[in-house]
């Protein structure tokens, strides 16, 4: 010790701790790094900050009383989270959905899809920062173009970011007239956007250095981890719920599946682009082909109706914007669920990130957390 | 199938959900086999039968290639321990670190057993079954550091 400056031997072993209040990490991570000088010799991430005990308010609430809940999980895109829950209810006790319901069910996933990734686009370009003088910019653009997606949630359902839109055998709200030139105006705006904001990023000399070759995951790490959603579509594994189980009415619609091999922070992104124009894609065709049916195949829920499933288990999985969102739900024949596991997907991708990041320096950390897109809301439950 | 493929060369039970029950005796052998088969780990997840003193450990694993899934289940007596995944799927560190948080379970030959999403020195598994929840939430002293 030299006065109050401590000298470190070189070779010498630093922890670091990150969080949980660190702008960058989109939430409440801590992270321990342990640091030989600028290098990243072991990462541990700490969690649970934000776990409210969601499982168990699922063994005490009925099955009607629990799905507003479930909009406060994965908060960046609550309609994906009930669908869902909604679908794995459905299968449980046999309960029919009008084909009317399915397609706004679609319809408003995928717009929410493509509003968890504009907030993950700004933020991610947030954190890094220098990359476009300051990052600011481009935060603020994405998030002007998500607002106008959110305006749509409003006029639909009175709030913007818990809609509560679903219910067990339909939905509750009917589309409201006008929503087609709404949405079309809306739609061709963001996909101009979205261009506009790729061909700037990728044509950036800074954000190329810092993306591209940082944090690759090889596939069968990936499959091992259990990582989903554009984490695994990212790495060359081309598997999407939406295409291999198609669950609702996504067997109607026509789209691709965006894959790239690279598994770096770079690849990820470009998956997630590509997504929201797939997104975009669907909507249209949603729109397009809405059938005349009910929306809802049960009473609306202003009457105490108690759905009592027979006894058996269940899990049913989705591809929400995160990777495979499923619910395993385990019924002994009474109105509320014996067991209710939430398989969130930010929780698995989240698990890789030791592997990613040994031998990257603590620089990288805010790129590769940013580009597994983790909502902390989802991780802890 | 390649679930039937399991199914005929250990002679398992399957529920009328479609899920097989393997016995903890054949684990690794099991498990073993389900590796090849299915890269993909989704979830592991527990639940809880007090009358029956016994615990359901289920896995979900998929092969993304033919989209197939497959979930089984062993029962695990109360005091008894299973061994860990980890072992197959690098996954299962943290799914069955949360299984212990959350129901008490122990897994053997895990590299990093700890709790995960609660406190360190909390008390309890919530999700079991005969833990108590209609009780008033333990004040914490700041002077003292200590509830």
Redesign the interface.
């Known amino acids: 010790m030299e006065g109050n400056i401590r000298v470190f031997e070189p070779e010498e072993e630093i922890v670091l701790n990150m969080g949980p209040q660190h702008p960058s990490t989109h939430g409440v991570l801590r992270l321990i790094l342990k640091l030989s000088g600028e290098k990243i010799v072991d990462a541990k991430p700490d969690?649970?900050f934000l776990?409210r005990?969601v499982?168990?308010l699922g063994?005490?609430y009925t099955y009607i009383q629990f799905l507003p809940m479930l909009d406060r999980n994965d908060y960046l895109s609550a309609t994906t989270n009930e669908f869902g829950y909604v679908l794995a209810v459905e299968k449980l006790a046999n309960i029919p959905v009008p084909e009317r319901a399915q397609y706004i069910r679609v319809l408003f996933s995928e717009l929410s899809r493509i509003a968890s990734h504009l907030v993950w686009l700004g933020t991610f370009c947030l954190d890094l920062g220098g990359a476009l003088g300051g990052g600011t910019t481009i935060f603020l653009y994405c998030f002007r173009e998500r607002e106008k997606i959110l305006d749509i949630f409003e006029k639909m359902t009175g709030s913007r970011l818990h809609p509560h839109l679903m219910q067990i055998g339909g939905v509750r709200y009917d589309v409201y007239p006008g929503i087609e030139k709404d949405l079309k105006e809306i739609l061709k705006d963001v996909e101009d956007k979205i261009n506009e904001y790729e061909e700037m990023l990728v044509n950036n000399p800074v954000f190329i250095d810092r993306t591209k070759g940082v944090g690759v995951l090889p596939k069968?790490?990936a499959?091992?981890?259990?990582c989903s959603g554009p984490v695994?579509r990212g790495s060359g594994?081309?598997?999407d719920l939406r295409k291999?189980?198609p669950y609702s009415s996504y067997d109607k619609f026509d789209f691709d599946v965006p894959c790239f091999d690279g598994g770096d922070v770079f690849d990820r992104f470009r998956v997630r682009m590509e997504e929201m124009r797939q997104s975009i894609k669907i909507i249209r065709q949603a729109l397009d082909g809405l059938p005349e049916d009910p929306i809802s195949s049960q009473m609306p829920v202003k009457v105490k109706v108690a759905i009592k499933p027979p006894p058996?288990?269940?899990?049913v999985?989705i591809e929400s914007p995160r990777g495979?969102l499923?619910y395993?739900i385990?019924s002994d024949g009474k109105p509320v669920a014996?067991?209710m596991?939430i398989?969130a997907p930010s929780?698995?991708n989240l698990?890789?990130l030791p592997?990613l990041l040994k031998g990257h320096l603590v620089a990288d950390v805010v790129a590769i957390l940013g580009s597994l897109d983790p909502v902390f809301g989802d991780v802890?439950? | 199938m390649k679930k039937e493929i399991l199914k005929k060369e250990f002679n398992l039970e399957e529920t009328k959900d479609g899920i097989l029950i393997f016995p903890v005796k054949e684990f690794y052998h099991f498990m073993e086999k389900v590796k090849g088969l299915f890269p993909y780990l989704s979830f592991i997840t527990a639940c809880h039968f007090p009358e029956r003193k016994e615990f359901e450990i289920i896995y979900c694993v998929r092969d993304p290639q033919s989209g197939e899934t497959l979930i089984f289940k062993t029962f695990l007596k109360e005091d008894e321990e299973i061994p860990s995944a980890y072992k197959f799927y690098k996954g299962a560190d943290w799914m069955e670190r949360e299984i212990y948080d959350l129901f008490g379970v122990k897994f053997k030959n895990h590299p990093d057993l700890r709790r995960i999403l609660l406190p360190e020195d909390w008390e309890g598994h919530p999700l079991r079954k005969d833990y108590e929840i209609n009780r008033a939430p333990e004040k914490y002293d700041y002077r003292k550091k200590q509830y």
């Open positions: 969690i649970g776990h005990g499982e168990k063994e005490t069968e790490v499959m091992e981890y259990g695994l594994v081309k598997f291999a189980v058996g288990e269940v899990y999985a495979e499923g395993y385990y014996y067991r596991k398989r929780f698995s698990s890789v592997f802890d439950r």
